[in-house]
């Protein structure tokens, strides 16, 4: 069983930066795929970028594209989710998941975490 633990979110005026960690345990964190997800209130849930096994390989959804930028470190069993030019619409429950599917970016995700808010003030 993985556990994820999301930490980094808080309260950042508009323009301003914060950078999410996700901590991994319970599976070699280097056979996960990792994602970054979000849900506002009132919103369903949506993607935000994604990180294969490696590190070599994301992808983004178009709005976070060229401000938000996803890592990992597999010696620190951790995912990041670095995060640029804040927005008011950025504001949500920022989620981890881990996936041990073969493709990054198709697999479903196994495991979740129970998120950190961020909001942001305009």
């Known amino acids: 069983q993985v556990q994820l633990v999301e930490s980094g979110g808080g309260l950042v005026q508009a323009g301003g930066s914060l950078r999410l960690s996700c901590a991994a345990s319970?599976?070699?964190?280097?056979?996960?795929?990792i994602g970054w997800f979000r849900q506002a209130p009132g919103k369903e849930r949506e993607f935000v970028a994604t990180?294969?096994?490696?590190?070599?390989?994301?992808y983004y959804r178009g709005s976070v594209r060229g401000r938000f930028t996803i890592s990992r470190d597999n010696a620190k069993n951790t995912a990041y989710l670095e995060m640029h030019s804040l927005n008011p619409e950025d504001t949500a429950i920022y989620v981890c998941?881990?996936?041990?599917?073969?493709?990054?970016?198709?697999?479903?995700?196994?495991?979740w975490g129970q998120g950190t808010q961020v909001t942001v003030s305009s």
């Open positions: 998941a881990a996936s041990v599917a073969a493709d990054y970016l198709t697999g479903a995700y196994d495991y």
């Open positions: 319970g599976r070699t964190f280097s056979t996960l795929n």
């Open positions: 990180i294969g096994r490696s590190g070599g390989n994301t």
